[in-house]
């Protein structure tokens, strides 16, 4: 699963009112004839359904969209588009849910700390002048560890002004929609709403796979554990968000820090200090002897998850592994 980023410019009131996000399929040149689409136009047909949509506007952020189905092909433009619009008129449209600020945030505060590292596509660039800035696209995925957490950080932010709106959209979008895989065990919305705060059946799944303690610490004080997901909740599939292979019971502190891939997790359960964090740092966190602090107990089935985590890490530090 992705979390997308989408720059609405001066169309976002035509493609919020049509429900839809919408871009075309070709170019139109200055001929007048049509070419390839451009990139960022295309990357819309990745979308799965269930998928987050940051959706931004102008150096803000809007709001928060939920896509209801796949992209639907060969879409003719909305009507709420201007007639005189300088776009095809054929293209994609990815119908949504889309849970909007009362009061529209800033997208440097927001992201202040984020991507600052080089990655393929994204909608963000360092320039020279050390200052995060937003490339001239439509619609891009948001690239590795940083993604969850600007995304986390937002719907803090909308969940402030509006508060439940988010877990109602993604139940609505559920209701119109297809979000579950083909093939795939229809999961409860509640389930999936609770697993995104550690809570209910996926907590569960993890006090028992772990024999109510901490993997890392053994602590046993339930009111100071953590149900953290590997790939995070907003990342995930409908099936990943439950599944408790894509999950560690963990203390307060080493949640924080593995969530924030500050560590990671080798595949012989050996913590990572990948961020570098100074040994004063880590004592001071509660993380002090990581390398005492070996998971024993994973299986076959965590590697996967953790291979995503550690990759991601690597890349949020610019280093390999």
């Known amino acids: 699963m992705n979390i997308w980023w989408v720059n609405t410019g001066a169309r976002f009131r035509a493609q919020i009112n049509a429900g839809v996000l919408w871009c075309p399929n070709r170019t139109v ?4 004839k049509l070419g390839a689409p451009q990139w960022h136009w295309s990357t819309i047909r990745d979308v799965r359904p269930g998928e987050f949509i940051l959706v931004g506007r102008d150096g803000y952020i ?6 209801k189905s796949a992209p ?10 201007p007639k005189a619009d300088t776009w095809h008129s054929i293209g994609w449209s990815l119908p949504i849910e889309f849970i909007r600020f009362f009061q529209r945030v800033s997208r440097a ?12 596509r994204s909608p963000f660039f360092v320039n020279k002048a050390g200052i995060l800035k937003g490339k001239q696209v439509y619609f891009a995925p948001l690239p ?3 993604a969850p957490e600007f995304f986390e950080r937002i719907r803090m932010a909308l969940e402030t002004q509006r508060p439940g709106e988010l877990d109602r959209a993604v139940e609505a979008a559920a209701a119109g929609g297809k979000l579950a895989a083909s093939g795939e065990k229809s999961t409860t919305k509640k389930a999936i709403i609770e697993a995104r705060v550690g809570q209910g059946q996926f907590r569960q ?12 610490t053994g602590l046993l004080e339930q009111k100071l554990l953590r149900a953290s997901h590997i790939v995070a909740w907003a990342a995930a599939t409908d099936k990943e968000r439950l599944n408790p292979y894509n999950g560690l019971l963990l203390s307060a502190a080493f949640d924080a820090a593995f969530d924030a891939h500050l560590i990671t ?11 570098g964090m100074a040994a004063a740092d880590l004592e001071r966190a509660g993380l002090a002897k990581l390398e005492d602090k070996k998971v024993v107990g994973l299986q076959d089935e965590h590697h996967e998850f953790l291979q995503h985590h550690r990759h991601n890490a690597y890349q949020k530090w610019g280093k390999t592994p």
């Open 62 to 67: 809007e709001g928060i969209a939920i896509a």
């Open 72 to 81: 639907i092909s060969d879409s003719v433009r909305p009507e709420s588009f």
């Open 109 to 120: 505060e927001m992201i202040q700390g984020l991507f600052r590292y080089k990655a393929h």
């Open 144 to 146: 590795g560890a940083d």
């Open 265 to 275: 997790l080798s595949s012989d359960g050996t913590w990572i200090n990948v961020s």
């Open 205 to 216: 799944s993890l006090i028992d796979m772990w024999q109510g303690k901490c993997c890392a």
């Open 29 to 32: 040149l200055k001929n007048h």
